[in-house]
């Protein structure tokens, strides 16, 4: 009997988990046991050590943002010269650090991972980097490192809410990826600039930076319609409508959207809020009746454009600074596979010549 073959293993059951539940078709995200609007309302620091809790680590999370190695920030300095996009930037840095365990090995990437991406933006605009403040959580320390100066606590509560939202998503690309390097016996750091690789891939890290500009495209709410309609005609893509596992509404999507309404409207720009809002009404309408029944609902791209935008963040840094939220799952899962103590080994089926 021939093997079955499930291309982009669809379908095959690799792992158990007790880290995230994503559930497509009732659009819920479930996080180390809590819902993903609960989830929302810890800090970053408390979401990781509720993951590594729920992946069987014991010793406290004790996360704090690093300072970088000097031979990182030369790293980093001569890829600025060069100009490499961030994410290799962030690859090449990540590649660098170095570890005693496994547990050193994840407090050391969670609490780098957002220098490196500052020290490198620093970097390409001509700045030194900054140390990281150590009164300074996490995503307060991000914004320091970035622009020199302490930020305004609505966006440092807008940028906690992200990292928290991106925390963990399943078993995608890249958490599977970081989970069958540490399959091998491999370190952690190598099994997490692993999972940067594969997030840095367009089907996996997605764009979220078009989406904005679309909304900036349209610029008023009552132009919406037509340069909407115009776009389906001509078979565009609307940028941060539809995906591929929720079938509903992406629940991070309004967890997102709530934080950019709070930012916004205390520390922003609120106009833009508004019209992305009007754009996304529209866009949602517009979609159900080109396109019916093809439940094309609002994704976690759209809001996140909109809040790192409203953060200060050029597009280069949006999917770095995704993985900043992201380490946090890939460092529990790294964690989980380490406990199940199994090589992830698949097979393949031959379909070339054979000998005569």
């Known amino acids: 009997m021939a093997a ?18 994503v559930d497509g078709e009732r659009g819920e995200l479930v996080v180390a046991g809590l819902p993903l609007e609960q989830l929302a309302l810890h800090r970053y620091e408390d979401v990781v050590a509720l993951l590594w809790e729920a992946a069987g680590v014991t ?38 650090l170095t570890a005693h365990d496994d547990l050193a090995a994840a407090r050391l990437l969670v609490g780098s991972f957002q220098t490196i991406v500052a020290a490198y933006a620093r970097l ?53 990826t ?4 540490a399959s091998t016996g491999s370190d952690f750091v190598s099994a997490i600039t692993g999972a940067v690789g594969a997030l840095k891939g367009p089907l996996h890290g997605g764009a ?14 009552e132009r919406a319609e037509a340069v909407l309609r115009a776009k389906v005609a001509r ?5 941060g409508f539809g995906h591929r596992i929720y079938k509903v509404r992406d629940p991070r999507a309004d967890v997102l959207a709530a934080a950019a309404a709070r930012m916004f409207t205390r520390a922003g720009d609120s106009k833009l809020y508004e019209l992305a809002r009007a754009v996304e009404a529209t866009a949602l309408r517009v979609l159900e009746e080109a396109k019916p029944g093809r439940r094309l609902q609002t994704n976690v791209e759209f809001y996140t454009a909109l ?8 597009t280069a840094l949006f999917t770095p600074t995704f993985a900043i939220g992201r380490v946090a799952g890939w460092t529990a899962h790294c964690f989980e596979q380490r406990a199940a103590g199994r090589l992830i080994r698949p097979q393949s089926v031959y379909v070339g010549r054979l000998p005569a």
């Open 178 to 181: 970081a989970r069958v390097i």
């Open 4 to 21: 079955r073959v499930n291309l982009g293993l669809e379908g095959v059951v690799a792992a158990e988990t007790r880290l995230s539940l």
């Open 307 to 314: 809040l790192l935008h409203g953060l200060g963040l050029p």
């Open 208 to 221: 979220p930076g078009p989406a904005l500009d679309m909304v900036f495209e349209i610029g008023a709410a």
């Open 59 to 96: 010793a406290p999370a004790r996360i704090e943002v690093a300072a970088l190695p000097a031979a990182t920030v030369e790293l980093l300095r001569a890829a600025a010269e060069r100009n490499v996009d961030p994410m290799d930037a962030l690859r090449m840095a990540a590649g660098t």
């Open 124 to 176: 390409t605009r001509g700045e030194q980097p900054i140390a990281p403040n150590r009164k300074l959580g996490v995503a307060a320390n991000y914004l320091y490192m970035l622009n020199g100066s302490e930020p305004h606590p609505e966006l440092v509560r807008g940028l906690d809410v992200y990292l928290t939202t991106v925390a963990d998503h399943g078993l995608n690309a890249s958490t599977f």
């Open 235 to 239: 078979g565009e893509r609307l940028m």
